[in-house]
């Protein structure tokens, strides 16, 4: 489901709770909203590290000190990793971009010293299929490729913290307009909204190009624009 679709659900079960007064115990996308909102304003979102790759991450079982290693391994099928026994779900939230972004840049770096690499590319991203895209002019890409195709968790890591950072962008973006929604206080008020802020419906509308941004010295960050 992309932000658009998201959008379009929100605002009706926006709508109806707001005829009902009911709130649903069953989790759903909702609940993810929440979460990433409450998360956006907490002191606690700082990023929570230690040397085993143990992070907490906000999941779908709430605040959970995850193995990264071994769930990005798990997710690649990497021969001797620990399956997982249960799915887990990263949420889009501040807390968890942030701690992707420090594991991602921490693997990258491991990974370009493992391989004889001088320097990373200026950014990575992804195309509309999932596949990764560097810069033509990096002296080193096909040597970058051959490294994650030998190590797929990192590029899953990689790949993992562009889509949520994807994700909480898009999230944030829609803030306004859930709040306003959670507001208002009759039909009127709400068509109005609605009309507001009708470009986040818009299936075609343009969305920002999340990437990686990397210094020469390997330090990287997370960019959208």
């Not at 990264?68 to 887990?88: E, I, R, Y």
């Not at 490294?147 to 913290?161: C, D, G, Q, S």
């Amino acid at each position: 489901m992309n932000i658009t679709q998201t959008m379009q659900t929100q605002a009706a079960t926006l709508n109806q709770s707001a005829h009902r007064k009911q709130h649903s115990a069953q989790s759903n996308f909702a609940t993810v909203l929440s979460v990433a909102h409450a998360d956006s304003e907490s002191n606690e979102g700082k990023a929570a590290t230690s040397s085993n790759s143990y992070y907490t991450m906000m999941t779908n079982e709430g605040k959970t000190a995850l193995n990264l290693d071994n769930h990005f391994k798990a997710a690649a099928n990497v021969p001797g990793s620990t399956a997982l026994t249960k799915a887990v779900l990263i949420l889009p939230t501040k807390q968890n971009v942030d701690n992707l972004s420090a594991y991602s840049e921490m693997k990258v770096k491991a990974l370009l010293a493992e391989h004889d690499i001088p320097f990373p590319p200026k950014s990575i991203t992804f195309d509309d299929e999932g596949k990764l895209v560097l810069p033509k002019d990096y002296k080193y890409k096909d040597e970058l490729i051959a490294a994650f195709e030998a190590k797929p968790e990192v590029l899953n890591a990689v790949r993992a913290t562009i889509g949520i950072a994807s994700q909480y962008q898009g999230l944030m973006e829609s803030q306004p307009f859930r709040d306003e929604m959670a507001m208002a206080k009759d039909e009127q008020a709400r068509k109005a909204i609605l009309k507001k802020y009708s470009y986040l419906f818009d299936e075609n509308r343009p969305h920002p190009q999340t990437i990686l941004s990397f210094l020469e010295d390997g330090r990287m960050s997370v960019v959208s624009g």
